[in-house]
Nanobody, 122 residues
């Protein structure tokens, strides 16, 4: 059974930065892509970024492409999401999930963390 735990959320001012962590435990964690999703109040959950474990290839939603960076430390079994130049509309619960390498199909995720809240406000 794979378990995912997010951390690093909090309150940040507009224009600020934050780094989220997703730490995995369990068997065969290296076989899964890790994807970050977010759900803003009153909105549907959307994919933000994903990283392929074998190739290191990454993919980003257009809205974050130039501001967010995803990376992976296989030894620590941790995936990071560095978020720069944050905007109020980035306020959301951020979740990491393990599954296929995609940000478009959350149904292809097999395991989910419980999420961490990011609030962007002055």
């Amino acid at each position: 059974q794979l378990q995912l735990v997010e951390s690093g959320g909090g309150l940040v001012q507009p224009g600020g930065s934050l780094t989220l962590s997703c730490t995995a435990s369990g068997l065969n964690v290296d076989y899964y892509a890790i994807t970050w999703f977010r759900q803003a109040p009153g909105k549907e959950r959307e994919g933000v970024s994903s990283i392929n474990p074998a190739t290191g290839r990454t993919v980003y939603a257009d809205s974050v492409k130039d501001r967010f960076n995803i990376s992976r430390d296989n030894y620590k079994k941790t995936v990071y999401l560095r978020m720069n130049n944050l905007k109020p509309e980035n306020t959301a619960h951020y979740y990491c999930a393990a599954g296929a390498f995609t940000i478009a199909h959350e149904t292809l995720m097999q395991y989910w963390g419980k999420g961490t809240l990011v609030t962007v406000s002055a």
